[in-house]
């Protein structure tokens, strides 16, 4: 009776941080207590809930009490930022110096920087020094971050900035993602001061550092780093992004994190070798490994849950008790929690709780429903599909992408995986006694390793290897989670799982079959041209790409949400720009109809469709819309959006002239989308109802605000605008707050 008590007021509280995503979330939770109280009182569901039978009402009273106060303890433990953070010291672009301690061993970026985190303790802002707290995520030269170490007291000068939130569908939110780790300020560092004569203190970042040097000096890279990674986790390791990406594109990102796999291997190597000691010397031996390994990866969720589990395992060794798994689960995950209750909305804490859950309660009946198969084979195919299950519903909710090959790709790779983990811990123990011992076992890791590699990459050439199927509510979420949730709870699911899962398809599918049939034009933010992408009943025009990384952070995550996975008909409005984001979206998603004013050899070559070159005056009909170049020497482009008329004004500000002709050439104009600045004359000479300018602000004379009528959004400031037949034009910002507050 004990431990139901117990199993209830711990989930209650789990509940209750979760249900903080709404802000009446606290006072559900306990309408719910209040309300499966008077259901117990009364026996309804005893026949149904036979384990619940002696269950006295007021646990379910205390439960919803629990839950009520887990909310207010996640508004208490929300990071906030202090009266003297250095966040309160943002001012203008203003070029500042700022002292403190590194955080952090320096990691590579996307774009070639060097990235840390750093202790703030004071700021120079133009002579004035002022002390500070906080922590700041600082960006620098490559050349200015090598060398620096955690401890290290240092002076970095650059320019403070805000974080921003997501502006566009399917963005990476880097204002949330920094407030999770208690940082509300990025820096552009310039230059970093140190002193040479410093010598660092000991720490386990040097342990990880001998190691990850060792294996990778025989191996080489990537080989190397690879090996590290599976053995540290990539956050300890400077995996190379083209294979990072590649593991996550096939299914495989959880080889690279420490977690549970890793915290295995250590606890069985560490039992294996202590057999014949006393339990209580096994118990000691295991502890250590597992602080150790802790260290060495860092305070990550996934792996203190490993970490917490495997002491429940010790635990049982020490005491000659059976440990249930999932009560050690539940445990970990209450103990975590209460140590931080943010983490419940951190997706390696999600994603490691899933997959193992999914571990606990899957797999058995899996391999019992593969009985006709070798043991050994039924629980390589059971384990990563358990995991898969458990796990593929949050990450349509995050990401909406289906990896199809990702169970083959797991059930080829355990072996290989298993080879290279066990073995990188042997190198990383050999590594901290003598470095040549742990690069001579490493290097027998090479063949494994490149075969690894040769089969990811192998699998994400592969055509449909990752198939975009649409991001599912939060609805959608819950009620497949509850559903899965039942087949294990009732026992009398079991039996008809089949049903439970064509409901579970049924739930996802057919909202999305449903919204793809809609007709939606969405204008993205971003800094380099304007980019529009117009769903018509499942066909899809994309105008512009943006460069390279506006192709991969913008455009792709965008139609990856979306659930796009082919483009109809695709518009380079204007080719002086750069081309690299059409080359990194044609890499990925086919293109039936390509159209540009200038020939561009490259992307050519890529297209698997058409390719046409236009000249003014000529049109493009795709779909229900109509595009047509008025100007190319700005360029014009006028857009045909069903009952509306659009005009794309390109980089060049227009003469006089030009707008005294595109005045009487067009006529009832509903919107002007300007590539750069925000011309005034332009539009007060056509007078549309609205104008997108991708800018964050614009200045108007007196006499121009006197004339002008047009509803003016700003993508730098307003993030992506949507427009739709029913709803017009609407912010993304300004819809995402609209919805918060009326939750």
Not at 430 to 446: D, H, N, Q, R, V
Not at 483 to 494: D, Q, V
Request: glycine share 8%.
């Amino acid at each position: 009776m004990r431990q139901i008590n117990a199993v209830v007021l711990c989930l209650a509280y789990i509940i209750g941080l979760l249900s903080t995503s709404v802000s009446w979330g606290g006072y559900g939770i306990i309408a719910l207590g209040i309300l499966l109280t008077y259901a117990v009182n009364k026996n309804y569901g005893k026949g149904l809930f036979n384990k619940w039978r002696d269950v006295k009402p007021k646990l379910f009273l205390a439960a919803g009490l629990v839950g009520f106060l887990a909310t207010l303890y996640f508004q208490i433990r929300t990071p906030q930022p202090r009266v003297n953070d250095v966040s309160q010291f943002i001012n203008n672009k203003q070029v500042v110096t700022v002292q403190g301690e590194v955080d952090s061993l320096p990691r590579l970026t996307r774009s070639q920087k060097g990235q840390f985190w750093l202790t703030a303790k004071e700021i120079n802002q133009t002579g004035k020094v002022v002390e500070v707290t906080g922590n700041l995520y600082v960006t620098v030269p490559l050349l200015q971050s090598t060398g620096l170490y955690p401890g290290q007291a240092i002076a970095i000068k650059g320019i403070l900035y805000k974080p921003k939130p997501a502006t566009n569908p399917g963005g990476f939110d880097f204002k949330r993602f920094l407030q999770q780790q208690n940082t509300f300020a990025g820096m552009n560092g310039m230059q970093v001061s140190f002193n040479d004569r410093e010598q660092p203190v000991w720490g386990l970042w040097q342990v990880s550092k001998r190691i990850v040097r060792s294996q990778v000096r025989w191996l080489g890279s990537p080989e190397g780093q690879l090996v590290s990674s599976m053995v540290l986790g990539s956050k300890a390791v400077d995996l190379p992004y083209d294979i990072r990406d590649l593991f996550v594109q096939v299914g495989l990102a959880h080889a690279l994190a420490a977690s549970g796999f890793q915290t295995a291997l250590i606890l069985g190597l560490v039992m294996s070798l202590s057999k014949g000691l006393s339990p209580r010397w096994q118990f000691g031996c295991g502890a250590v490994a597992l602080i150790g390994f802790v260290g060495l990866t860092g305070l990550q969720p996934s792996v203190l849950r490993a970490v917490i589990m495997g002491f429940g395992a010790l635990i049982g060794i020490a005491t000659s008790r059976k440990i249930k798994t999932l009560g050690s689960l539940l445990v970990a995950a209450t103990l975590l929690l209460l140590w931080n209750p943010v983490w419940i909305w951190d997706l390696g804490f999600e994603l490691s709780f899933l997959a193992t859950l999914g571990l606990v309660v899957t797999v058995p009946p899996l391999v019992a429903k593969l009985d006709w198969m070798p043991s050994a084979i039924a629980t390589l195919i059971a384990v990563p599909l358990a995991a898969t299950l458990w796990t593929l519903p949050l990450q349509l909710y995050i990401f909406g992408v289906i990896p199809p090959y990702s169970l083959v790709v797991n059930v080829l790779t355990i072996p290989l995986i298993s080879i290279i983990s066990i073995g990188g811990i042997f190198s990383a123990i050999a590594a901290l006694i003598w470095s040549t011992a742990g690069s001579a076992i490493a290097w027998l890791l090479y063949y494994p390793t490149h075969i690894l590699i040769w089969l990811v990459q192998f699998f994400s050439q592969l055509p449909g290897n990752s198939i975009a199927v649409g991001k599912i509510a939060l609805w959608q979420l819950l009620a497949v989670y509850g559903l899965m949730s039942l087949i294990w709870f009732l026992p009398w699911l079991h039996k008809r799982w089949w049903l439970v899962g064509v409901i579970v398809v049924s739930l996802v599918l057919v909202p999305i079959w449903h919204s793809s049939t809609d007709f939606r034009v969405t204008i993205l933010a971003d800094k380099v041209e304007p980019i529009i992408v117009i769903q018509d009943r499942g066909k899809v025009l994309l105008v512009n790409s943006g460069n390279s990384t506006s192709a991969r952070f913008t455009v792709l995550p965008f139609l990856q949400q979306q659930g796009i996975n082919q483009i109809d008909w695709a518009i380079s409005t204007n080719p002086l720009n750069d081309q690299n984001g059409w080359m990194e979206i044609l890499a990925r998603l086919p293109v039936k109809s390509f159209y540009s004013l200038i020939e561009d050899k490259k992307i050519k070559e890529q297209v698997r469709g058409s390719y046409k070159l236009l000249v003014a005056g000529e049109s493009v009909v795709a779909g229900s819309t109509q595009i047509k170049i008025v100007s190319d020497r700005i360029p014009v482009w006028q857009l045909q959006v069903q009952n509306q008329k659009w005009l794309l004004v390109g980089n060049t500000k227009p003469n006089k002239q030009e707008i005294q002709a595109l005045s009487k050439n067009t006529s009832s104009i509903q919107l002007i989308l300007f590539a750069k600045a925000f011309d005034a004359d332009l539009v007060e000479a056509i007078k549309p109802e609205n104008a997108i300018a991708y800018t964050q602000n614009i200045v108007l004379r007196a006499d121009n605000l006197k004339k002008i009528k047009t509803k003016i959004f700003l993508t730098g400031r307003d993030g992506a605008i949507q427009w739709t037949p029913n709803h017009k034009f609407e912010s993304i910002i300004e819809t995402a707050e609209n919805n918060a507050s009326l939750l």
